[in-house]
């Protein structure tokens, strides 16, 4: 479903709603639990106060044991109503009549008759905007899992499948619009808490492995990004918390979050939802970017393979492989192994990468000659020694490759760690280069922080995208924050 008809249905879902509401709405009934179960509604009064005639009291009778009481519109306006039994008052009652006549009950977007079909269009639209989604990921999946748009969709896939969950449960015990936004704000906000225990272990897990990785790597910032990205996500979960402790415990004059009526009490509900909002879709991001990680540095190509590349990485000073790239080496002469055993296909292997101001030799020279120690003849090794990046070792790689085919169409696999098949089939994907990876294994200790730096990387890439949608889910937020203001001091 296209985005124009996604909008179309939500516009065409709210006249439905405002309809329904507008015919329905134009009288309202309140029950009100009697102590006595027995009684006649002879022995209750209900006097109403107001300015103009709001509303009126059409029909009033008890039964099982409550008062029911039917008021209508008359005309625009607030009415309060007090209910009084034989031993006097026991209920007050807000209601307010709208410019259209709509009658609703508490708060100015308070509960109304009709208004029920909100919370049943809302989850049907969310329903529909998730099955949009997985529609859209499985359709991009099948056509290449090396593309941006699918960690940006199963994320969302991920944080509205939540939010839809938790609106289900909650939702329709609300009453208005009012209470719809606070709900909608509570569950939209509920992912970061609910992940914030995990963030915390994650983070105490990456901090544990970054202390390895710079003992054995070196310090660096690169090294700790994995350990600043746990305590970004665990400050900015606990940061709305904290400040909403504050200032319910300050005797500021300035600042009172204590007034209902103020303004304060609702910026601090926007800050604390607006944060709350963009943590839970970063944290859904960031599994998503996990999970298509994992699933890509798992996945086996189809063994029809012409070409397997081997991106280059760091090679050891005296030009042999380091663990990182032999594990590369070693995984791109297994698949080989596995094709040649299930179709009786060969490979031609093309060792990437140039040679770094501090390495004695081309990245691609060292795959080389440990490709021919473990084998492999010279005449199904192509090398490719002029690259200085992974987009470059595609690049590169596939020209070669294109002159070696004399033109023709080849089917080429690539090999790199398993934390990097994902990124780099993405900027293969985007070269044009259709390829398949397989993953060789790393140390225990960097693949948490190397998630971390792929997980930085997609961001990156897709920035605009991702901060278009944050946008568009804090002016849905702040636009709640802003219902629940006007509905309390009206």
Known sequence: MKNRTLVLTGLLLAVVCFAVILISGRSYTVKVPLEEKEGRFEDYSVEIEQNVQAVSLAHQRVENGTLYLEFRSVHRGKAFVDVYGPEGPIQYIRLYSH???????????????????????????????????????????????????????????????????????DLFAAGGIEQAARTTLSVASSFAYVALPLAFIVSVL??????????????????????????????????????????????????????EGGVWLYMEMAVESGVLVAVSYLESILLATIILGIKAARRIPAFDKDYMLILGCQINADGTLTKLLKGRADRALEFARMQEEAAGKKLIFVPSGGKGPDEVTSEAEAIRRYLAETGVPADRILV???????????????????????GQEAKIAFSTTNYHVFRAGILANRQGVPMEGVGGKTRSYFWINAFIREFIATMYAERRTHVRVILVMLAAALAMVYVVYLSNIL
């Open 99 to 169: 410019y259209f006549g709509v009658l609703t009950y508490e708060e100015y977007f308070g509960d109304c008759t009709g208004g029920r079909i909100i919370p049943v269009a809302v989850s049907l639209y969310l329903a529909l905007i998730l099955w949009t989604l997985i529609w859209r990921y499985r359709s991009d999946v099948r056509r290449s899992l090396y593309q941006y748009r699918n960690v940006k969709n199963l994320g969302l896939i991920i944080y509205l499948g939540g939010l839809l969950l938790g609106l289900i449960l």
């Open 206 to 259: 990456v901090t544990v492995s970054n202390i390895q990785l710079m003992h054995k790597e070196g310090r660096n910032w690169r090294n700790m990004l994995g350990f600043m990205l746990g305590l970004l996500v665990c400050l900015a979960t606990l940061f709305p918390h904290l400040l909403g402790e504050y200032l319910q415990r300050s005797t500021s004059t300035i600042i009172d979050v204590h007034n």
């Open 384 to 406: 490719e020694d002029q690259s200085a990046n992974t987009e470059e070792n595609i690049r590169n790689s596939a020209a070669l490759i294109r002159e070696a085919a004399g």
